[in-house]
């Protein structure tokens, strides 16, 4: 068990909809990153925040968004969801971004788009 | 930009044998980080090893171990005296030290199969 908790575990929709998943860090971790990984892309950096403040951009759709909360739980809102949206979405978190801290990974949520 | 390659998609191995897993990795800076991943069916993403570029020394954990290249670019991974518990999807990944993200750039991973 890395600590970080993502939920929910799985979600199922429907083309056209909207869902929201959430991310807990380890407790004291400040930097919050999110990964995708799919079938046809395999895995890849969308969106990392920092204490509250979104610090880099990676593949991340314009119909995906996400953010960072006070007590630095994270969001990742996805939008007019698409078949190729299909996916396992991963929460990471360190202690500070800097290239020394370790990245632990939860366990993921997995999104099936009908 | 930087590009990770696992040219093995699969691979094999009897219990108890030792098996290398291959990446190659393309970047023109001189700090970063590499790292494999372990991917179970359970899907959970759990850290092998880490080995930072301005080390010499191959970085080693209990029956994993790395032999990093760095003039060839080239990061592999040992796993010795391999146990059924082994088995997974196992990412090399790439870090770098000058771009303020920290993000990790992931190959395309290699499944590795234990054979009792």
């Known amino acids: ?114 | 930009a930087q590009t990770v390659t696992q040219s093995q998609p699969e691979m094999s191995v009897q219990e108890a044998e030792t098996v290398t897993l291959s990446c190659t990795y393309d970047t023109s800076e001189s700090d970063y980080y590499l790292f494999w991943y372990k991917q179970p069916p359970s899907r959970q993403m759990i850290l092998v090893i880490r080995q930072e570029a301005y080390k010499q020394q191959n970085a080693t954990e209990n029956r994993f171990s790395v032999n990093f290249q760095k003039a060839a670019k080239s990061f592999s991974l040992k796993i010795s005296d391999s146990q059924l518990g082994d088995a997974a999807m196992y990412f090399c990944a790439y870090r770098s030290g000058e771009d303020s993200s920290y993000k990790l750039i992931f190959g395309s991973g290699t499944r590795l199969l234990v054979r009792p």
């Open chain 1, 1 to 114: 068990d890395s600590g970080v908790t993502q939920t929910p575990k799985h979600l199922i929709t429907a083309t056209g909809q909207r869902v929201t998943l959430r991310c807990s860090p380890r407790s004291g971790d400040l930097s919050v990153y999110w990964y995708q990984q799919s079938l046809d892309q395999g895995l890849q950096f969308l969106i990392q925040y920092y204490n509250g403040e979104e610090r880099a951009k990676g593949n991340i759709l314009e119909r995906f968004s996400a953010q960072q909360f006070p007590d630095l739980h994270s969001e990742l809102n996805l939008s007019s969801l698409e078949l190729g949206d299909s996916a396992l979405y991963f929460c990471a978190s360190s202690v500070h971004p800097g290239e020394s801290y370790e990245q632990y990974f939860g366990p993921g949520t997995r999104l099936t788009v009908t």
